[in-house]
């Protein structure tokens, strides 16, 4: 009698067992896909790893989006989508208008801080196909959240001032954000770069037809849609 309660007992334990270690493996309901479809052009594929001393403050949405390894990585991306030609981060190049308080002489020397306060790792800029015209304002962000409660609040400011632009001109990746100054046909193939456009205007709505979903910060949308 005891010899089957014994046994019993075992087979309810290994049974236990085998199903904890299920549950270990699924891993989590957001990660089911685990990389994105794009990425395919010079960006890695999405997924969850960290190892770039990002802060892993990636969204669920987010995390299917390409995802570079660097500033090098990021200016090859970007140029299979539009010219992208005399690379350079030196910070007198890097210093932009919608990130950078543009009236201040000292915007350079406060580069180090506003990245801080923008979740920016590294910042590049190149030259589209008017060098004359502004170069693209390209972005490896180590917090991702970060990044968009700060576009967030930017382009909340500029539109209480009556400066700010309510339409997509930023693309986000998994981890890093541009902006490129080139033809809307240029825009679009930046969809095709594993990049979704960002947007935090309030009441902003893309057309029906487009896709569009919740980004990291309430109030912030990702949308496949480019304004003309």
Not at 195 to 208: F, I, K, Q, V
Request: one cysteine or more.
């Amino acid at each position: 009698m005891r010899t089957k309660q014994a046994v019993a007992a075992a087979v309810a334990l290994l049974a236990l067992v085998a199903t904890a270690s299920c549950d270990d493996g699924a891993g989590p309901s957001g990660s089911q896909s685990g990389q994105a479809a794009a990425g395919k052009n010079g960006g890695q594929a999405g997924g969850g790893s960290d190892g770039d001393g990002t802060a892993g403050s990636v969204g669920r949405v987010e995390a299917g989006l390409a995802k570079v390894a660097g500033t090098d990585e990021l200016v090859r991306l970007i140029s299979n989508a539009t010219t992208c030609t005399s690379a350079s981060t030196k910070p007198k190049d890097t210093t932009f208008s919608d990130i950078d308080d543009a009236s201040s002489g000292g915007a350079v020397a406060d580069i180090a801080k506003t990245n801080a306060e923008w979740g920016i790792k590294e910042r590049v800029t190149c030259d589209g196909k008017d060098a004359s015209a502004n170069g693209h304002e390209l972005l490896v962000i180590s917090d991702m959240a970060r990044f968009e409660a700060a576009f967030k609040a930017r382009q909340a400011a500029d539109l209480a001032a009556g400066e700010g632009d309510t339409r997509t001109r930023w693309f986000i990746g998994q981890n890093f954000a541009a902006r490129i100054f080139a033809t809307d046909s240029d825009e679009r193939d930046m969809l095709s770069l594993g990049t979704l456009g960002l947007n935090c205007a309030p009441h902003y709505a893309a057309p029906p037809q487009s896709t569009t979903q919740p980004a990291i910060v309430e109030g912030c949308i990702l949308t496949n849609y480019v304004d003309a």
